[in-house]
């Protein structure tokens, strides 16, 4: 629901309308979270407590690892075999949270965690070869937050094409409000020296690519071939479901542009992006109410639902709640929704805080609902 109201100047011949649009509070559901994806009484338990604390968005995880959280024939096809689960698992989790979601008034948006990235063991990377991209020296393992990892071609059309059909999947099997592309729909910015791209990059330009990753118009002609990626990839999502929500939540624009290749800035103007989500996660204040100042930010949240990502923790490190609770007021007053990283650390694995203070501080937050259905 979108409501508007107006601005009026000093020339009272200059009147402009800005939209106003409910706040973000959402939180993202990970393989982190054992107990949600395993049980399906805790499952409904939590989201049932996530309605009543007035969060109104979920990210559920759908693609981690080279993986699917669901029975996927796309999947399947390209020599990924089913996730092995107990007699604990729900058979279709992504289902249960669909269901679950809904009932609950909760906008569920599926979240393709690991985009162009996978583990270098997993059956995607190892059937899958040509798909890989490397650096300059050939080689093709780099490091990240999910630990060692390859990079498949975002320039490849069979990639590209896989991803495609892995969306599509999701939106047709279930009915879900949209879609989500994080910080891993990328490529660093020192990959990309694979056969394919240096041929495709040679066919464009008559030039072979500059040796320095860094290279102005290699960033930049890597980076336009991601967007032209993502612009077909939105068209083909509306296609198939025209209100499906293409949310993006991406790194602070310096970052995400400049070391991984990711234009977001431009995505928002070029309007194929309904929601954005910035991942600012910094360890102290100042420096994240910095972030929020950012020109990118502030001129996507004139257009579009806008939130920043806020870190309640990691294993066993969570994040102190005074500091969640002066981050949510920051990013309120500069007009800006949330969203969590992530459930388990919510208020689980907090020992010097107990689940009921953590949540009485998002209870009180969150004081009155803020529906986006």
Do not use: C
Request: aromatic residues 10%; charged residues 20%.
């Amino acid at each position: 629901m979108v409501s508007v109201f107006l601005v009026v100047f000093l020339n009272p011949q200059q009147v402009i309308s800005q939209a106003v649009f409910p706040e973000i509070r959402g939180v993202w559901l990970t393989k982190n979270d054992t107990d949600i994806l395993i049980d399906r009484s805790v499952l409904e338990n939590s989201l049932r407590e996530l309605a009543d604390l007035n969060f109104n968005t979920i990210y559920p995880v759908v693609w981690n690892s080279g993986y699917a959280s669901y029975p996927s024939q796309v999947a399947e096809s390209v020599g990924i075999p089913p996730l092995v689960r107990s007699n604990l698992h729900n058979n279709d989790v992504i289902g249960d949270i669909v269901r679950e979601g809904h009932r609950q008034g909760l906008l569920v948006i599926p979240w393709f965690e690991f985009g162009f990235m996978t583990t270098p063991s997993s059956e995607l990377a190892t059937k899958n070869p040509r798909w890989i991209t490397n650096r300059r020296d050939g080689s093709k393992i780099g490091d990240s937050a999910a630990g060692q990892v390859v990079w498949l071609n975002p320039f490849h059309p069979q990639v590209q094409q896989f991803i495609m059909d892995l969306v599509l999947e999701v939106i047709t099997k279930y009915p879900v409000d949209g879609v989500q592309f994080d910080d891993h729909t990328v490529l660093p910015r020192d990959f990309g020296y694979d056969p394919y791209t240096i041929a495709l990059y040679k066919q464009e330009t008559k030039k072979n690519p500059p040796t320095n990753s860094q290279d102005k118009t290699w960033i930049k002609w890597r980076a336009d071939k991601i967007t032209d990626f993502m612009v077909r990839l939105n068209k083909a999502v509306k296609a198939k479901k025209p209100n499906a929500i293409f949310s993006v939540a991406p790194n602070p624009y310096s970052t995400a542009y400049n070391l991984f290749l990711q234009d977001w800035n431009r995505w928002v103007n070029l309007g194929i992006v309904d929601e954005l989500i910035i991942q600012v996660y910094r360890p102290d204040l100042k420096t994240f109410v910095k972030e929020l100042k950012n020109p990118q930010i502030q001129s996507a949240r004139k257009k579009i639902p806008t939130g920043v990502a806020i870190l309640t923790g990691l294993r066993n490190n969570p994040t102190p709640i005074t500091l969640i609770e002066d981050k949510v007021r920051q990013a309120r007053r500069h007009r800006l929704g949330v969203a969590f990283f992530y459930y388990e650390t919510l208020w689980e694995n907090a020992p010097m805080e107990n689940d009921d203070l953590r949540k009485g501080v998002v209870r009180a937050l969150f004081f009155e609902p803020q529906s986006r259905l």
